[in-house]
């Protein structure tokens, strides 16, 4: 009953759970490069246009190998701070970055071609790195998770800024939609308890999930053309991701001829690192390796 009662504003939290996906409450660094081993690193402050900018931390290695580390959603890249830890021992340069609407960057309170705004972010900092003498001649790999995944796999669209390789840890999957339900079903989102049972949470779901893909604006997944036909690309999954299931980032990576997908078994969204360090660096650095030689 209280379910039904509710229905009338099940859209409308549809609609505000949309939102807040791409514009989450931000999260503090809960640490520094130097908590985790990394030297100090320089800040840079990269423009995106309409006077906003994106914060990174670039922590130098070898002049010739460059890896661009995004986040996850609602995090910033205090968060990926153990994946840059390893990629700079073995001797990559390494720039993490908060996307727009997370960490020190800009707010950003479009709600529309937000899968756009999002890639020039990754875009505009490979560009700013290529821009600088000792980066001009790099091979720069990106490197994705979760949310950022998309972006960082959007970006070989644009043939102006090279990218040499991508890496998406935990997505993207084949189908977006979908990905809008998971979140609900694993319960990582506010959802007010009237709207947890039908009819409210079918209401609730349906908006979402049409929100979430109108505001992204995108064309998915990118036809196999361009920079897709010969651009390595490693696609890295958990065996029991509930948000990005491994079936449909591997087959996701099945549309592509360059692309190789590793499941980890018994691993959750984002829990490759750490719960198989092991297995997780070696699959990353032997493929690294291989792509940017």
């Known amino acids: 009953m209280l379910s039904a009662l509710a229905l009338p504003f099940a859209p409308l939290c549809g609609l505000a759970l949309a939102y807040m996906l791409f514009h989450p409450p931000r999260r503090p660094h809960h640490k520094k490069p130097v908590d985790v081993g990394l030297p100090e690193p320089e800040e840079l402050w990269v423009p995106i246009g309409g006077g906003k900018r994106v914060h990174a931390w670039l922590c130098p290695g070898d002049t010739d190998r460059v890896v661009v580390i995004g986040h996850g959603m609602g995090l910033s890249k205090s968060a990926t701070l153990g994946h840059a830890k390893f990629l700079h021992d073995a001797g990559?340069?390494?720039?993490?970055?908060?996307?727009?609407?997370?960490?020190?960057?800009?707010?950003?309170?479009?709600?529309?071609?937000?899968?756009?705004?999002?890639?020039?972010?990754?875009?505009?900092?490979?560009?700013?790195?290529?821009?600088?003498?000792?980066y001009?001649?790099?091979?720069?790999?990106?490197?994705?998770?979760?949310?950022?995944?998309?972006?960082?796999?959007?970006?070989?669209?644009?043939?102006?800024v090279a990218v040499d390789a991508v890496i998406c840890d935990s997505g993207p999957g084949l189908e977006l939609a979908p990905l809008f339900a998971n979140f609900l079903?694993?319960?990582?989102l506010p959802v007010p308890k009237a709207l947890r049972a039908n009819p409210a949470r079918f209401a609730m779901?349906?908006?979402?999930?049409?929100?979430?893909?109108?505001?992204?604006?995108?064309?998915?997944?990118?036809?196999?053309?361009?920079?897709?036909?010969?651009?390595?690309?490693?696609?890295?999954?958990?065996?029991?991701?509930?948000?990005?299931?491994?079936?449909?980032?591997?087959?996701?990576?099945?549309?592509?001829?360059?692309?190789?997908?590793?499941?980890?078994?018994?691993?959750?969204?984002?829990?490759?690192?750490?719960?198989?360090?092991?297995?997780?660096?070696?699959?990353?650095?032997?493929?690294?390796?291989?792509?940017?030689?």
């Not at 479009?110 to 990754?122: N, W």
């Not at 001009?136 to 102006?160: C, E, H, I, N, W």
């Not at 980032?249 to 690192?273: F, M, N, S």
Request: proline share 5%; aromatic share 10%.
């Open 92 to 134: 990559y340069t390494v720039c993490l970055f908060d996307h727009r609407n997370h960490g020190r960057s800009s707010q950003d309170r479009s709600v529309t071609g937000l899968s756009d705004k999002f890639t020039s972010d990754v875009l505009s900092l490979v560009e700013l790195l290529r821009g600088r003498a000792e």
């Open 205 to 293: 779901e349906r908006t979402l999930c049409w929100a979430g893909t109108t505001m992204l604006r995108s064309e998915w997944p990118p036809p196999l053309e361009g920079r897709y036909v010969d651009t390595p690309l490693l696609f890295i999954a958990g065996e029991e991701d509930r948000i990005l299931p491994a079936s449909s980032v591997d087959a996701l990576a099945g549309c592509y001829a360059d692309a190789e997908a590793h499941i980890l078994p018994g691993i959750g969204h984002l829990l490759g690192l750490r719960e198989a360090p092991e297995k997780y660096t070696s699959t990353v650095l032997d493929f690294l390796r291989r792509a940017l030689t």
């Open 185 to 188: 079903d694993a319960d990582v």
């Open 136 to 160: 001009r001649s790099a091979k720069v790999a990106v490197y994705g998770f979760s949310f950022s995944t998309f972006p960082m796999f959007y970006s070989l669209r644009d043939q102006d």
